[in-house]
């Protein structure tokens, strides 16, 4: 280091330096005579101060503009494109997803009776649309009684997404048999809507990270393999950014033991509280992730402008 980059100090003085930062956690070496190597936690340090420095080359966003047909409208083919584009530029995997609607949630719900023991129940979610459920009640209850079942349960659930609905449930503090059943069948209904929308995988870059030096045993290159084919990348998603901020997952900060060999560099693009995808990256820990994070960044901002110019169109309705 001393000799090679100039920077004017001892190796002793570096010496020091990489005891302190092993100390620290921030590199860890295999045994004493071993170089250092960047521990998560280093990279992590690395990502939060110098995860901005790094301004992409014109030629890549002129790239990005060639490989990416507007006039095409076609979202499933600006996935592809990109992922093919992103895995160029980082030499790595990219994975790109097709855009699926906002996450469903909730705005009030109406019951409504309609003889003896059954009811109907209403939900009208955010973005307008009407579902409808036939709940079987204990009793046969007047309709003053739904009205004000009803109103207690807006009271609570306005704006929430499944998630949440669940969480409230399991938390029990809904109260009265009436009141647990419609919010059970509103959990359903939403539950529902969310499995219709699916979003389309594109991966391209396999080979760029296969051919890298952690993956150049045959058991590393399977297990980047089982994870693609278990969708345990695609899973990693499910917990989106805010869009335009990109997300950077290191190793051992997965939730996902199957991802932990590896780092994963993403962001959500598309219409504010509409229909968004997902544009990212995975390669071993040690990748480039300023050029990963602004390539993704830069991504996720041109598929967004794609977006939401198309999005008043009927197909996202």
Not at 67 to 73: H, L, P, V
Not at 155 to 167: C, F, K, N, W
Not at 249 to 259: A, R, T, Y
Not at 288 to 306: G, I, K, N, P, W
Request: charged share 25%; net charge negative.
């Amino acid at each position: 280091l001393a000799r090679r980059y100039e920077l004017r100090v001892s190796p002793a003085t570096i010496r020091n330096d990489m005891a302190e930062l092993e100390e620290m956690g921030y590199i860890s070496r295999p045994h004493t005579s071993a170089g250092g190597v960047p521990s998560d936690p280093g990279y992590r340090f690395y990502v939060e101060r110098a995860g901005q420095r790094n301004r992409l080359p014109r030629h890549f966003q002129e790239r990005v503009r060639d490989a990416i047909d507007f006039d095409e409208a076609d979202p499933a083919a600006w996935a592809r494109s990109a992922a093919r584009v992103l895995a160029s530029a980082v030499h790595n995997l990219a994975i790109a997803t097709t855009v699926k609607r906002a996450i469903a949630r909730v705005k009030q719900v109406q019951i409504v009776h309609l003889h003896d023991r059954e009811a109907l129940l209403v939900v009208v979610m955010q973005d307008a649309q009407l579902r409808q459920r036939i709940i079987h009640l204990g009793s046969d209850t007047p309709q003053d009684e739904l009205t004000q079942v009803a109103n207690r349960l807006n009271q609570l659930i306005g704006g929430m997404s499944t998630a949440e609905l669940r969480t409230l449930w399991d938390s029990g503090a809904v109260g009265g048999h009436l009141v647990t059943t419609a919010l059970t069948e509103t959990i359903r209904i939403l539950s529902d809507e969310e499995r219709k929308e699916t979003r389309e995988r594109y991966l391209n870059g396999l080979g760029h990270m296969l051919s890298q030096p952690e993956f150049q045993s045959g058991k590393s290159a399977q297990d980047a393999a089982e994870v693609l084919d278990d969708d345990s990348i695609t899973r990693i998603f499910d917990d989106s950014p805010r869009p335009a901020e990109v997300r950077v997952v290191i190793g051992q900060e997965s939730h996902d033991e199957h991802l932990r060999p590896y780092s994963v560099v993403y962001a959500t693009y598309g219409a504010p509280d509409g229909a968004t995808g997902v544009i990212g990256t995975m390669g071993p820990t040690r990748m480039d992730y300023t050029r990963s994070m602004s390539s993704v960044r830069y991504l996720a901002a041109f598929l967004s402008e794609l977006v939401q110019a198309l999005e008043p169109s009927p197909q996202w309705q």
